[in-house]
């Protein structure tokens, strides 16, 4: 005989109850976790153990849970015990509402300490001085390619890269009204101005593009005036009182942006090997012909896949390059070991700006 639903309401009700209790239960071991830690001097935010954990929940996943929230209920838990040990101050690209402070708490989960900046060299500044214990940025878009301004912070900074996390961004447009009729101007960051292109000169080819620091930004100004509107998050138009004068304008549907958290390295030593892990470098190699096939050779050696390859100008004036890649592994590996000491002696510059768990 089929359940009613006020009988399923109490078994529901009563499930949550054991779900609190279990919950609470987690976070007291959590404490002491955070006890021994505080005593041995060790750090809080493990990411590779809280990537191991993720992944063997979802593989022991019966369903009928989907995987991804899975993953997103744990990872709230554990940003609420982690909490109780040591909130963590993670900086961003503000004001509320962007996609950076999205991507913040998709990684570390909503309960941080939230420090919106400016700018992305601020993000740097607070993460470096200590403000923040980790930074949020942005460094490639499947569409507009790589956020030449974060590449070339890494350059000279003393941060290292923990993790990584990636969204798919959806770009609305907002404004104080329903519509499209009458907008002379619209505001957003270059980036997502790019990503609209196409169908800003479709449907809006007379309204001035003016870039603004942020998207969030960009939603505050068009909250000024009833002429214009801005390119951002629904969140960010629920933050500034706008409507969504047309939904998911970005050019191509499945616009996806990739960021990654970087912190001081006595903040948190490079994570151990979780299985699944990137190595991130800049190098440069001598101006001559061949240097930059001869940076290939080792890792077809050692067997090596690289993920990503950019070049930015050293600026120099002489035309040489800095090169950023990206490497599937970890220094653990022998391999990989072998692989990166010879890169390192065929380099003039050469840098590992981070190893850290890949995201899903």
Known sequence: MARTLPELRDLIDA???????????????????GEIKRAEGSTVF???REAQVIHGLQTANPGPLKSSNVATIWREIMSACRALEAPQRVAYLGPAGTFSEEA???????????????SFDDVFRAATAGTADFGV??????????VTR???LFLNSPLHIVGETS???????LRLSNSLEGITAVYAHPQALAQCQNWLNT?????ERHAAASNAEGARLASTNPDWAGIASERAGGEFGLHVAAPAIQDDAFNRTRFVVVCLPQTLQPPQASGKDCISLIVSVPNKPGA???LLVPLKTHGVSMTRFESRPARSGQWEYYFYIDLQGHPSQPHVRAALAELQQLCAFYKVLGTYPVSD
Not at 137 to 146: A, L
Request: proline share 6%; glycine share 4%.
């Open 15 to 33: 499930a949550d109850i054991e779900l609190l209790t279990l919950l609470n239960r987690r976070a007291a071991l959590a404490n002491e976790v």
């Open 46 to 48: 493990r990411p590779e």
């Open 104 to 118: 913040a708490v998709r990684f570390f989960g909503s309960s941080i300490e939230h420090v919106p900046c400016a």
């Open 137 to 146: 940025v942005p460094v490639e878009n499947n569409t507009e390619g790589v």
């Open 150 to 152: 974060s590449l070339d």
């Open 167 to 173: 969204l798919l961004v959806r770009h609305n447009l």
């Open 203 to 207: 449907h809006l080819p007379h309204a």
């Open 292 to 294: 930059v096939h001869d």
